[in-house]
């Protein structure tokens, strides 16, 4: 069966400071996969989304960043945190285009102090 | 942009109660799904509705598309406890999931 999974679970990072935020997929290969933000009162919004190894597609232009160094690696990252950049990071996978069926990890809060 | 409306925004019952809530759109989606999340958890799928005016149940909670395929409804019957968390729905299109700010359910026993 596949799994995913995300560390750190919860982090507390001063602004300016840089991130490193990492999501693995287990039990399945090539997959579509996900960076998403969830924060109070906004609902959930997709920043980056990978095909494959070394592609990766920006929805919402900011200082974060996103690389896909592995088939089943999918890395979220900044130089400079900014206090906005507080929220839930989710990551998600799916099978291929072919579906519409996302499973979400457990996620990684973030606050930028 | 397509956008997702639910309501209400956040919703407390007792325990054995219904409930309805919504999920509305002026766009037009492929499907629609919906997902529960408890606090410090990722989205967990619970269904997806294909058909314009579909129904689904999935034990004590029932789905409806709308038949134009732009809004849904999630109708709990004897709310439980464990029923309690935040409710999404996401409308799939051609740039993928659009979603929802959800609902955030508290049953009270």
Same mark, same amino acid.
């Given at each position: 069966s596949q799994t995913i999974h995300q560390w750190p679970a919860t982090l507390v990072q001063p602004v300016?400071?840089?991130?490193?935020?990492?999501?693995?997929?287990?039990?399945?290969?090539?997959?579509?996969?996900?960076?998403?933000?969830?924060?109070?009162?906004?609902?959930?919004?997709?920043?980056?989304?990978?095909?494959?190894?070394?592609?990766?597609?920006?929805?919402?232009?900011?200082?974060?960043?996103?690389?896909?160094?592995?088939?089943?690696?999918?890395?979220?990252?900044?130089?400079?945190?900014?206090?906005?950049?507080?929220?839930?990071?989710?990551?998600?996978w799916k099978l291929s285009d072919l579906t519409d069926t996302q499973y979400f990890g457990p996620g990684t809060r973030l606050t930028v102090l | 942009t397509q956008l997702l409306e639910q309501s209400p925004q956040f919703l407390s019952i007792q325990e054995g109660e219904n409930l309805t809530v919504y999920c509305n759109s002026s766009s037009v989606f492929s499907s629609l799904q919906w997902y529960r999340q408890e606090p410090g958890?990722?989205?967990?799928?619970?269904?997806?509705?294909?058909?314009?005016?579909?129904?689904?149940?999935?034990?004590? @909670? /029932? +789905?409806?598309? $709308?038949?134009?395929?732009?809004?849904?409804?999630l109708h709990i019957t004897a709310a439980q406890p464990g029923d309690t968390g935040l409710y999404l729905c996401a409308g799939?299109?051609?740039?993928? @999931? /659009? +979603?929802?700010? $959800?609902?955030?359910?508290?049953i009270q026993p």
């Open positions: 300016g400071s840089p991130l490193s935020l990492e999501c693995t997929v287990e039990g399945t290969s090539n997959p579509n996969l996900y960076w998403y933000r969830q924060a109070a009162g906004r609902g959930l919004q997709l920043l980056f989304y990978s095909v494959g190894i070394g592609q990766i597609s920006s929805e919402v232009p900011q200082n974060l960043s996103a690389s896909r160094p592995q088939d089943r690696q999918f890395i979220l990252s900044s130089k400079k945190l900014l206090l906005s950049d507080s929220g839930f990071y989710l990551c998600a | 958890e990722g989205p967990v799928l619970l269904v997806t509705v294909v058909t314009g005016g579909e129904v689904k149940k999935l034990k004590r @909670l /029932t +789905f409806q598309f $709308g038949d134009a395929r732009k809004d849904s409804s799939v299109g051609a740039d993928g @999931l /659009t +979603f929802g700010k $959800g609902t955030h359910l508290i």
